[in-house]
């Protein structure tokens, strides 16, 4: 789908697609919790420092050979992803991730559209170090940006920028949400938050994995993906009781 084409289909709030369950698989594998052996990171080093890039487009914490493989795709701008992520982060990195057992990958998907752009955008700008914190913080921090994409100002730009290039929609949207500050405050310099606002490339890169989401039957966020089958959970309890089904 072309980015324009995208940006005029997606409404400024759209609450279905954020909630991303929908009729995947269960995820109840006949395993008993705790069964899946603690792997431990090289000596020096800890999995919750093991953060790379994925060929996918995605940032994956923790051991590669994690027998318990989570992706996450999910929106920075949705309550649901929000509450997940200030809920289930701690636990999932300390209990899960941090053990050996379970890696966890974040894929962008722009489930409001035009305010998910800078948000996406900017996040993959960032080291590799400080991706899953800052993801974290922007769920921290989601209130206000709620009430901003929602309230007047968010809903008169939306109109404005529906046939706009993506760069003016990324900068745009960025300037209402504060995300330059957010961002320069955590680290990254203005002159390069600008410079990643502006580059069509990673917007390109966004779309192409979302399109390779819609395909694996992504409809909204968040979606979970365990060992490349999607699980019936959007909230941590929900995924927990999955990943304790898988062994975790």
């Excluded at 991706?131 to 940006?145: A, T």
């Excluded at 990673?202 to 992504?218: H, L, R, S, W």
Aim: one cysteine or more; charged letters at 20%; a neutral charge.
């Amino acid at each position: 789908m072309q980015f324009r084409s995208f940006l005029a289909a997606v409404p400024l709030i759209l609450a279905a697609a954020c909630s991303g369950g929908g009729s995947g698989g269960s995820g109840n594998a006949s395993a008993p919790a705790g069964s899946v052996p603690v792997a431990k990171a090289p000596a020096g080093t800890d999995w919750l420092t093991t953060v790379v890039k994925t060929p996918e487009g995605g940032m994956r914490m923790g051991n590669p050979d994690a027998p318990i493989k989570l992706i996450e795709y999910g929106s920075r701008t949705c309550p649901v992803c929000g509450a997940f992520g200030r809920e289930g982060t701690q636990p999932l990195e300390k209990n899960y991730v941090a053990t050996g057992k379970v890696s966890w990958e974040f894929r962008e998907y722009l489930v409001h559209g035009q305010p998910d752009i800078p948000a996406a955008l900017l996040g993959t700008c960032v080291p590799a170090a400080t991706f899953f914190p800052i993801l974290e913080q922007m769920y921290i921090n989601q209130g206000p940006v709620e009430d901003k994409m929602g309230g007047p100002e968010g809903q008169a730009l939306f109109q404005k920028l529906q046939s706009a290039p993506p760069q003016q929609v990324a900068t745009e949207w960025a300037a209402l949400l504060g995300y330059v500050d957010f961002f320069k405050q955590r680290g990254l310099p203005e002159d390069k938050a600008r410079a990643c606002l502006a580059d069509a490339g990673k917007v390109k890169q966004i779309m192409d994995g979302m399109n390779a989401a819609n395909a694996k039957g992504v409809t909204g966020t968040p979606s979970f993906f365990i060992d490349d089958e999607k699980v019936d959970a959007i909230t941590w309890p929900q995924l927990e009781a999955v990943l304790k089904a898988r062994g975790a």
